[in-house]
């Protein structure tokens, strides 16, 4: 056998293993987004437009490919101009649960992630009354992972099956509605990176 075959032979070996023990009993996971939006509208009533969401988790294996863990979302959101701004904020916390099925290529995983977030919300409007809100909701997401190396992965996802339910003023009792949502559509899956370790 060629000597210079040896030291690649053992590194392909040493990182299969190690992209598979990224999902193994006791490994965890980091990941999350951030989003931010921002525009203006000019005309006969401008107005400024600013969102930024930040949204961190952490998953931790508790058997090999079953993972669960935590969610965060904090928000705000800034409309109008001057002293007619309306200022939104928002938090949110849940816990979720996720399954890696491996195919053949032991790179390649399809996954299965289900989730509830308990939110709140506070709206404080030049003119009236702040206003606080509150929602829980339940999600079910499928979506593929490639592990490119032994700590990153990247991820797409689709939307799937979700069912929230939304009191938009705590102080009335009769706003509160509940919304169910099915939503798989082949050109708008979210895509992202993760990082095991």
Do not use: C
């Amino acid at each position: 056998m060629n000597k210079s075959f040896i030291p690649v032979f053992a590194f392909i070996i040493m990182t299969t293993t190690l992209v598979n023990g990224q999902t193994t009993s006791g490994s965890m996971m980091v990941g999350g987004s951030i989003d931010f939006t921002s525009y203006t509208r000019q005309g006969g009533s401008s107005s400024d437009y600013n969102e930024f969401t930040f949204s961190p988790s952490f998953g931790f294996f508790i058997s090999d490919n079953f993972a669960v863990g935590t969610s965060l979302s904090i928000g705000t959101r800034r409309t109008g101009t001057g002293s007619s701004k309306t200022t939104e904020s928002s938090f949110g916390i849940g816990p979720f649960a996720r399954y890696y099925k491996f195919t053949s290529n032991d790179r390649f995983a399809f996954f299965g992630e289900a989730g509830i977030s308990f939110a709140s919300g506070k709206t404080d409007p030049p003119l009236g009354n702040v206003t606080k809100s509150s929602s829980i909701s339940f999600s079910l997401s499928p979506g593929a992972a490639f592990f490119f190396n032994e700590h990153w992965a990247l991820e797409l996802a689709i939307t799937g099956f979700g069912v929230t339910s939304y009191d938009p003023d705590t102080s009335n009792d009769d706003d509160k509605y509940t919304l169910v949502n099915f939503d798989i559509r082949s050109f708008s899956p979210s895509l992202g990176v993760r990082y095991h370790f």
